[in-house]
């Protein structure tokens, strides 16, 4: 069965760095986009960023672009979030996604259990 699974939070303060990992099984993991999704405290989901299957192309929310990078590991079947300069404004649980494509339209269509981030001196 598909699982994503997420690790490398923590508490960190602000303006340092952290790279949370996603390992992910039961799929065809190079066939994918994957996608990072947060939610911070007492608000909703904001989507952060998303690769395509090949890695060379790589998207990112206005709030985190110059900051955060995506990539992945295809042989490892792993995701990757490498976040620097971090602000507070960033602690948030943390979901690894898969993007599925049905009848044109995108979805997530598989979670991880997240991972959370807390920002904080």
């Known amino acids: 069965q598909v699982q994503l699974v997420e690790s490398g939070g923590g508490l960190v303060q602000p303006g340092g760095s952290l790279r949370v990992s996603c390992a992910a099984s039961g799929f065809t993991f190079s066939s994918y986009y994957m996608t990072w999704v947060r939610q911070a405290p007492g608000k909703g989901l904001e989507w952060v960023s998303t690769?395509?299957?090949?890695?060379?192309?790589?998207y990112y929310a206005d709030s985190v672009k110059g900051r955060f990078t995506i990539s992945r590991d295809n042989a490892k079947n792993t995701l990757y979030l490498q976040m620097n300069s971090l602000k507070p404004e960033d602690t948030a649980l943390y979901y690894c996604?898969?993007?599925?494509?049905?009848?044109?339209?995108?979805?997530?269509?598989?979670w991880g259990q997240g991972t959370q981030v807390t920002v904080s001196s």
């Open positions: 690769i395509n299957t090949d890695g060379d192309s790589t």
């Open positions: 996604t898969r993007v599925a494509v049905v009848a044109g339209t995108e979805n997530l269509d598989y």
